[in-house]
């Protein structure tokens, strides 16, 4: 299937879209993709609509009676605001709508405590299925977290299908600096597991990840946007015995590795297949998830 992959990272870099065709398992073919800034106003607004989601669901301050419309608000805003994005991906790629199967939709995370089981994003999948004509796979977590599991760490099953897909050798490490700094472990086997180091990006930490794996790896792979650091990247390489690479180096997107996985995980959502395991979430065993929204039949 051809895919899009959609992520607005709270961070607000902007709107990642991401194009992959897979099989959801060993067939993968990346192929473009963008990222579309906000404009000062949105990012003011969306900034806004975080701080009155801590309110609500973090308990930081009390709730204002305007908190709950204004980020219905917004949120209808962010939909459309990733439908302009679909759209312009489409025209600026020369691609047609048909051209597309499915698109795999991570919604601006506003609020997450995955202690608590907790998770909430912005953006309507069925609007945004609506406005584009084109069929939305969405919530990714719920199913992970109503099990048991955190719901993070999702990206793990998408790192093991680019590592075999570029014939890299493992045991690996992939470092996501992006948001929070996490910890993927791809064994020999396949065998997957996740360590979360914390929203801080500090090498020392990084490093003391490598403690909860369930071994050393040949190789330490950093991606995500905070991974273009100089400087993280010449501590990381002096306080670990083995190498570190650059995303780019293997030939990963660093900025868009996030967008192409959910594109992968909506195609693994249509086929049932597990998008976390119990040594990536904590989940008691693999499963699936995911929920689909359904384009308006032409």
């Known amino acids: 299937m051809t895919v899009i992959g959609l992520m607005s990272g709270a961070s607000l870099e902007g709107i990642d879209v991401a194009l992959v065709a897979t099989d959801g398992e060993r067939r993968l073919e990346r192929r473009h993709s963008l990222t579309f800034p906000y404009a000062a106003e949105e990012l003011g607004r969306l900034r806004d609509a975080m701080t009155a989601a801590l309110r609500i669901w973090g308990g930081e301050g009390a709730e204002a009676p305007s908190d709950r419309p204004f980020i219905a608000e917004v949120e209808r805003e962010l939909t459309g605001l990733h439908a302009d994005a679909v759209r312009a991906f489409l025209e600026t790629c020369a691609l047609a709508r048909d051209a597309v199967s499915l698109i795999g939709f991570h919604g601006l995370a506003v ?3 995955h202690a608590r089981g907790l998770t909430r994003e912005l953006g309507d999948a069925d609007r945004l299925a609506q406005l584009t004509g084109i069929d939305v796979v969405y919530d990714f977590r719920a199913a992970d977290i109503e099990a048991g599991g955190e719901g993070a760490s ?3 099953v998408y ?4 590592a075999e897909e570029g014939g890299i050798e493992r045991p690996l490490a992939v470092v996501t600096i992006s948001g929070r700094t996490t910890v993927t472990y791809i064994g020999e086997d396949g065998s997957l597991a996740a360590v979360e180091v914390g929203p801080a990006v500090s090498a020392q930490a990084i490093a003391e990840a490598a ?3 369930p071994a050393r790896p040949l ?3 950093l991606s995500g946007r905070d991974s273009h650091d100089a400087a993280l990247v010449g ?4 306080l670990l015995p083995e190498p ?4 780019e180096e293997m030939g990963w997107s660093a900025d868009h590795v996030e967008a192409e996985a959910f594109a992968y995980l909506a195609v693994r959502s249509l086929r049932k297949l597990p998008l976390s395991f119990p040594d990536t979430t904590g989940v008691s065993h693999p499963m699936t998830g995911g929920r689909l929204a359904r384009a308006p039949r032409r």
Do not use: E, G, K
């Open 111 to 113: 609020y997450q405590d």
């Open 235 to 238: 501590a990381l390489a002096s």
């Open 219 to 221: 190789a330490w792979l």
């Open 211 to 213: 403690t909860s794996l």
């Open 154 to 156: 999702m990206a793990p």
């Open 159 to 162: 790192h093991r299908a680019l």
């Open 244 to 247: 570190v690479y650059r995303a």
